[in-house]
């Protein structure tokens, strides 16, 4: 993964949540191990069953966690914005990935190494706690996203999909390919295409290039299967209630 070279984070502004919730000593404990790093569309953070050697917290860059089917085929099970982190199993005493962690939307992240972070977790009750209730909340969205999978239409999905897309990233526009958007949906790419259009048609976005853009917010959550609310009910919706924290209209 090619990135640009890392800086260290020097006050207590940042944009992940996760870290931002922390008490301001338990902050300033972290700061000395974290440093911003640029995260590009297509990097490949870990791969499954490699080492974990730094945990990313994301802040407007956006992260799909995938599932390996015979060493090619890749399915999205979740996605990680600035509302928490990339890395999870070093927090529950492992240090394997079991999934390949991709950059979906380019963006900024601190990122600290495991070792700095497995001693930072030990010592920090308040971190400990924020880690734990962040791995809740992945949790649900992952089970939901494996349901989602199996028994809604490919329509309602990609709604889904791209609201949850919207929520993390802080934006209504951003770049994905059908081709892309096939893997993480686990479909045929003519399955994207077509439901595409069939949103585009509905005037709900406007896609082009490799550059979709949410017209209609409110008619998208419509569109979109239960799943989408349902997650956010269960805590994993980027703090962002329904996407409506900011204007995206």
Sequence with gaps: MKEQRPTKVANRKVANSLLAALPGKSYQRLLSGLEHVVLKFGDVLYEPGHKIRHVYFPGNSLVSLL????????????????????????????????????????????????????????????????????????????????????????????ARWLLMTRDRMRSGEFRLTHEFLAHMLGVRRVGVTTAARTLQARKLIDYSRGQIRILNHKGLEAAACECYALVNAKGNGANTPAGHAWNLS
């Design 67 to 158: 599932t390996m089917v015979d060493g090619r085929m890749a399915l999205e099970v979740g996605m990680v914005g600035r509302e928490g982190m990339v890395g999870l199993p070093l927090a529950l005493g492992g240090d394997i990935s079991p999934v390949r962690a991709l950059v979906q939307g380019s963006g900024t992240a601190l990122r600290m190494t495991s070792k700095r972070f497995s001693k930072e977790i030990r010592k920090s009750p308040q971190l400990q706690q924020g880690v734990h209730r962040y791995a809740n909340a992945l949790i649900a969205q992952v089970s939901q996203t494996a349901a989602c999978n199996r028994f809604h239409v490919v329509g309602a999905r990609l």
